[in-house]
């Protein structure tokens, strides 16, 4: 790879260790997957985050490809230690109530939570995570948080993707990148440090969760698709349905995916 450039936006952090360093590649095929080589070579250790402006193999949950124009996006991923004592199934609920708290603090949007990543305004989707796993080369256990955002993309590039938007589309308004980079690592950093110290995003995450006692459809990796109610988060992350029986279940979102089938949610 090359030595890291500049970054193309200004940016005044004001966090501790995440975002120490900041680095940045013009292009990439995937943030995760780079940032995840630089920590397994030893080039990158806890609190670094890296940045593109473009990334063409960026991928979501299921390898579902993920992509934005040049310089439209805010494309990052971050190494984290991983929390102890705290659910792994825990982990994606926690970040996504942090950067919903980051683009809150700078008063874009007000964020949307679909289980158990999506990041959605006015029911559509603006940023989704991927949480995946690393080793450095000294063997400590880290985890790769990526996020994307939609940001500047005009109306018109979701003609084709009626279910996603971005904050321009959202606001009419261009968002500077640098000042949401700053607020997202900000308070990704406060609740890491939170869920440390025993911090639980359930309330923050019920606050913002779209289909809560709503009818929805439950898509089994392998298995038949199904009608339930979605009830609730469980403690460890995954999702409390009821069938149609009444029979409860835990979704584990490694296993399932779920679709509400409300007018407005039907195409999440």
Excluded: C
């Excluded at 260790?17 to 630089?38: A, C, I």
């Excluded at 124009?69 to 190494?79: D, I, V």
Aim: proline letters at 6%; a neutral charge.
């Amino acid at each position: 790879m090359s030595q890291p450039l500049p970054l193309p936006f200004d940016v005044a952090l004001a966090t501790r260790w995440l975002g120490q360093p900041l680095l940045f590649r013009d292009e990439v095929d995937s943030t995760n997957r780079q940032l995840r080589q630089l920590a397994e070579g030893g080039a990158a250790g806890v609190g670094a985050v890296l940045i593109s402006d473009f990334q063409w193999g960026g991928r979501g949950r299921r390898g579902r490809g993920w992509q934005a124009p040049r310089g439209s996006a805010l494309l990052l991923s971050a190494l984290l230690p991983v929390p102890t004592m705290v659910p792994l199934t825990l982990l994606p609920i926690a970040v996504a109530v942090a950067v919903a708290e980051g683009v809150e603090a700078q008063g874009e949007a007000a964020i949307q939570l679909k289980w158990p990543n999506d990041l959605l305004v006015g029911g559509k989707k603006v940023g989704g995570i991927l949480i995946e796993s690393a080793v450095s080369s000294a063997g400590q256990a880290l985890l790769v948080v990526g996020i994307g955002i939609n940001v500047n993309q005009r109306p018109a590039a979701f003609d084709a993707l009626p279910a996603a938007t971005s904050l321009y589309a959202a606001l009419g308004t261009e968002v500077p990148r640098g000042p949401l980079l700053a607020a997202v690592l900000a308070a990704l950093e406060q609740r890491w440090d939170d869920l440390q110290a025993g911090w639980q995003p359930h309330a923050a995450w019920r606050r913002r969760a779209v289909a809560l006692g709503a009818a929805i459809t439950v898509h089994g990796a392998a298995g038949p698709t199904w009608s339930a109610t979605l009830r609730d988060l469980h403690h460890d992350g995954r999702l409390y349905v009821e069938d149609e029986a009444g029979r409860g279940h835990l979704l584990d979102a490694q296993e399932v995916s779920v679709r509400a089938v409300t007018a407005d949610l039907d195409r999440l």
